[in-house]
Nanobody
Framework: QVQLVESGGGLVQAGGSLRLSCVASGSIFSINNMGWYRQAPGKQRELVAVINMGGSTRYADSAKGRFAISLNNAKNTVFLQMNSLKPEDTAVYYC????????????????WGQGTQVTVSS
């Protein structure tokens, strides 16, 4: 099993920045992709950014140019640097890990963290 713990959320003003962290533990070699998803009240959970263990990244259109996903392999941690935040970025952000492809094809289980709240004020 893989355990994921997110941190780094908080309250910021529009235009500000936050960096989210997700620490993976357990059977970490069972995964080769990690990503960030978010869910705002009344909306479906949506992809924000994905990174595979080779370093390839993919972003939602809403995140391109503002957000950056990265890995610290030594610490089994994935980050999401969020800049130029907008009120519409307000959501609970979830870390996800899986084995498969960065497009979402999964082999075996998907693992999710508990989420961290990001609130962006006007």
């Amino acid at each position: 099993q893989v355990q994921l713990v997110e941190s780094g959320g908080g309250l910021v003003q529009a235009g500000g920045s936050l960096r989210l962290s997700c620490v993976a533990s357990g059977s970490i070699f069972s995964i080769n992709n990690m990503g960030w998803y978010r869910q705002a009240p009344g909306k479906q959970r949506e992809l924000v950014a994905v990174i595979n263990m080779g370093g390839s990244t993919r972003y939602a259109d809403s995140a391109k140019g503002r957000f950056a996903i990265s890995l610290n392999n030594a610490k089994n941690t994935v980050f999401l640097q969020m800049n130029s935040l907008k009120p519409e970025d307000t959501a609970v952000y979830y870390c996800k890990a899986w084995r498969g492809t960065s497009t979402g094809t999964s082999i075996g289980n998907d693992y999710w963290g508990q989420g961290t709240q990001v609130t962006v004020s006007s």
